[in-house]
């Protein structure tokens, strides 16, 4: 297990290490400090991971609400977020109250969202699910949802009070899943070089914690630089605007991941 901490506009870790999910209330405990969680997953996540990590929680005290929405890029609209709110709110949660996003971008980005805006911002924990968001939508507070006229056109910079990364979750990835999450990684080591890109010549499968590590410390250095992108966070978007144009014009046939490679 290793941690990385981050010194943004919030100070929080991300702690990274196989099967970390099985102590998540350990690690929650000291944000949710007795109040509920509302778990956010979708419906391929969450019978995988979600409902052992609500007993989890449960088991040591924690109230859980659930919220599950539909797998994919579409469910990140207006009408997901708004249920979401309204979901907040029929559980009468306060900002003593915790979110807790358990899956891959969309869930994060569509969480992380939530919890900015419900009551003008509640605590919020990443739970990524997916080698992609581990490596990149996880981490450094970029929160949105997507528009009729484009992808993250509504959305917020909202740093997450903790980012709990089990790598054991990516065991239910598919190859083009995983792959997707490796352009990413490709995209920080040719920004940074050094001893990320010297990894990526090697399988890395065989030191995943390390890639990982390595890849967010990249990240972390430039958003904790430039959070709110007026300059050099700008570099992240290697890729991403041919890559967003791409992705929409296939009509989300094509991942982010993919699309990204492309760019
Ligand atoms: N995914 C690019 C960024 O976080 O800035």
């Known amino acids: 297990m290793v941690t990385v901490p981050v010194n943004a506009s919030k100070v929080y870790d991300i702690i990274i290490g196989s099967g970390l999910l099985a102590d998540a209330a350990a690690y929650l405990s000291p944000i949710v400090k007795g109040g509920a969680v509302a778990l956010v997953s979708d419906d391929r996540v969450y019978p995988l991971y979600g409902e052992a990590l609500r007993h989890t929680l449960q088991d040591s005290g924690i109230k859980v609400h659930s919220f599950i929405f539909p797998n994919g890029e579409a469910s990140k609209n207006t009408d997901t977020y708004i249920a979401l709110l309204n979901f907040l709110a029929s559980r009468a949660m306060t900002r003593n109250d915790t979110v807790v996003a358990l899956g891959g971008g969309v869930t994060g980005d569509m969480a992380g969202f939530a919890a900015a805006t419900y009551m003008r911002g509640i605590n919020f924990v990443q739970m990524p699910t997916t080698l992609l968001a581990a490596v990149d939508s996880s981490v450094g507070g970029k929160t949105a949802i997507d528009l009729q006229a484009g992808k993250n056109l509504a959305g917020a910079f909202y740093q997450p009070n903790l980012v709990l990364c089990d790598t054991r979750t990516f065991a239910t990835l598919d190859d083009s899943s995983f792959a997707d999450g490796t352009a990413e990684i490709i995209k920080h080591g040719i920004l940074a070089g050094g001893k990320l890109l ?36 700008q570099l992240l978007n ?4 041919i890559g967003h144009a791409v992705e929409h014009l296939s009509g989300f046939q094509l991942t982010h991941g993919q699309a990204v490679a492309i760019g």
């Open 198 to 233: 010297k990894l990526l010549y090697t399988p890395l499968k065989a030191h995943l914690e390390t890639v990982i590590q390595y890849n967010v410390m990249i990240k972390r250095d430039i958003v904790e630089a430039d959070e709110r992108e007026h300059g050099r966070r």
């Open 238 to 241: 290697l890729g991403h605007t």
